[in-house]
């Protein structure tokens, strides 16, 4: 039968906490990955007093990504960017646009976004005005505009 014991997280571990918390998981879990990986330490009250120094500085670091990643949110939102492909009358396309084409036209506009940050359920084939997700960090987005026009 296995104990379950207390361990310190040195780093962020999904589905189980973040840095500096303490948590009850398996031994086996613990003894077999947690402690040899580095990702968690023994939860002594030596450990903890050195976490705790350890989580302000990274609590400094994130507050400064998090301004950071503020701003860039707020100049993504206001972006409207136009493209023009060729439809039908019914205002579908005959091709249709997407993540790529999209991250060409903010590159266009002067936002450098990669092809993996654009959060599309499906290519957009009609013809209108589209909002358009964009993954800045862990659960942050953004929103675009795309616009699509009809051309000949």
């Not at 310190?8 to 500096?20: F, I, K, P, Q, S």
């Not at 999209?102 to 976004?113: D, W, Y």
């Amino acid at each position: 039968m296995s104990k379950n014991i207390e361990v310190l997280l040195r780093d962020h571990v999904d589905a189980l906490g973040e840095c500096g918390d303490v948590v009850r998981v398996r031994s086996g879990y613990a003894r077999n990955y947690l402690l040899p990986l580095g990702l968690a330490t023994e939860a002594t009250p030596e450990n903890k007093k050195l976490m705790e120094r350890r989580r302000v500085k990274l609590d400094a670091v994130a507050a400064i990504e998090n301004a950071e990643m503020d701003a860039w949110i707020a100049q993504l939102a206001g972006t409207v960017v136009t493209t023009t492909e060729r439809a039908d009358a019914q205002g579908h396309l005959f091709g249709s646009v997407n993540a790529a084409a999209i991250v060409g036209l903010l590159a266009a506009a002067g936002h450098k976004v990669e092809e993996k940050n654009v959060r599309l359920e499906a290519p957009l084939k009609t013809v209108g005005e589209h909002t358009v997700k964009i993954h800045v960090h862990k659960d942050r987005n953004a929103e675009v505009k795309v616009v699509i026009a009809a051309g000949a």
